[in-house]
């Protein structure tokens, strides 16, 4: 499995604000790649909590795309948006 880094546009976490916990999530438009495979729901385990997941695509460059674009947040693998956290296109919580 790849290390994955939940991450959104700067923009879009001036607008809602950063959440720093899982529960603080709820409030917040969650983007899920639907061919991953997982839950329609994200699991924090060190937190024990889990959130809904209100959008879903099925392109994992349409999930880069609309963070980039500001319209949410999304756990995405490391790999694919390295660049993107390097030029400060996307940011998450705690970086």
Same mark, same amino acid.
């Given at each position: 499995?790849?290390?994955h $880094?939940?991450? @959104? %546009? +700067?923009a !879009?976490?001036?607008? =809602?604000g $950063? #959440?720093?916990?899982? &529960? %603080?999530?709820? /409030?917040h438009?969650?983007?899920?790649?639907t061919?991953? @495979? =997982?839950? =329609?729901?994200w699991?924090?385990?060190?937190? @024990? &909590?889990? $959130? +809904?997941?209100? !959008?879903q $695509?099925?392109s994992?460059? %349409?999930v880069?795309?609309a963070l980039r674009? /500001?319209f @949410?947040l999304? #756990?995405v693998? *490391?790999? !694919?948006?390295?660049?993107?956290l %390097? &030029? /400060? *296109?996307?940011t998450g919580? /705690? *970086?």
């Amino acid at each position: 499995m790849l290390p994955h $880094v939940l991450c @959104g %546009a +700067p923009a !879009y976490l001036r607008r =809602h604000g $950063v #959440p720093d916990t899982p &529960q %603080a999530l709820r /409030g917040h438009n969650c983007l899920r790649f639907t061919l991953s @495979g =997982h839950a =329609h729901e994200w699991n924090f385990h060190r937190h @024990g &909590q889990t $959130v +809904p997941v209100r !959008y879903q $695509v099925n392109s994992s460059l %349409a999930v880069r795309d609309a963070l980039r674009a /500001g319209f @949410g947040l999304s #756990p995405v693998p *490391r790999t !694919y948006v390295e660049d993107d956290l %390097a &030029q /400060g *296109r996307l940011t998450g919580p /705690g *970086r």
